[in-house]
């Protein structure tokens, strides 16, 4: 899927959003001008509440946020996956990111040991970083080298396999309301 702006004939002037304009050519001492060095819970929350959207961190059954850990996607792609043990076991290849909440629904693992060039699929709440373009997931070694493969053309808007990479890493989808989800047999 890919998106287009456009911005109007007479970009950069006129008819743009009044944010874009800020941050791109608005005066640098703006508190919207540009990123902020240092990106706040209450910075991004502006940022959402200017286009008219709640954060998804404030919506029900959401823990409220306490500090951001951000990640360009420069940072993700290509880093390192290794297991909590360190033992190096794949590299991100790609991101999968869910347009109606803007959230990374899974991430897309290559060069997987025991997988031969087959791509991943990996719930992206399931790594957390461990240093500069190292992350680590939460699964055995075993059950990565066993995990649903990825097609880019049958997979990417299928719920069901997104459903189904989330039961078998036993994590709760985001998108699902209560309840939880039986892990499928590993």
């Not at 009044?18 to 608005?26: A, C, K, N, R, S």
């Not at 709640?54 to 823990?63: F, L």
Request: hydrophobic fraction near 40%; charged fraction near 20%; charge should be negative.
């Amino acid at each position: 899927m890919a998106i287009q702006v456009n911005y109007g004939s007479d970009w950069p002037y006129t008819n743009q959003d009044p944010f874009v304009y800020t941050v791109t050519w608005g005066p640098a001492d703006s508190e919207c001008y540009g990123i902020p060095s240092q990106i706040t819970p209450g910075w991004v929350a502006d940022v959402y509440r200017h286009y008219g959207q709640e954060p998804y961190w404030k919506q029900p059954g959401e823990k409220p946020l306490a500090s951001l850990e951000l990640y360009q996607s420069a940072e993700l792609m290509g880093a390192e996956v290794q297991m909590p043990k360190g033992e190096e076991v794949a590299m991100i290849n790609d991101l999968v990111i869910d347009p109606h909440g803007g959230r990374i629904a899974f991430v897309v693992l290559s060069n997987v040991v025991g997988r031969g060039d087959t791509l991943v699929a990996v719930p992206f709440s399931d790594l957390s970083r461990r240093g500069e373009n190292v992350f680590v997931l939460n699964a055995k070694k075993s059950q990565l080298a066993a995990g649903p493969s990825f097609d880019e053309v049958k997979d990417l808007d299928n719920l069901t396999f997104a459903e189904d990479v989330y039961r078998y890493f036993a994590v709760h989808p985001y998108w699902m309301e209560g309840g939880g989800i039986s892990p499928i047999s590993q």
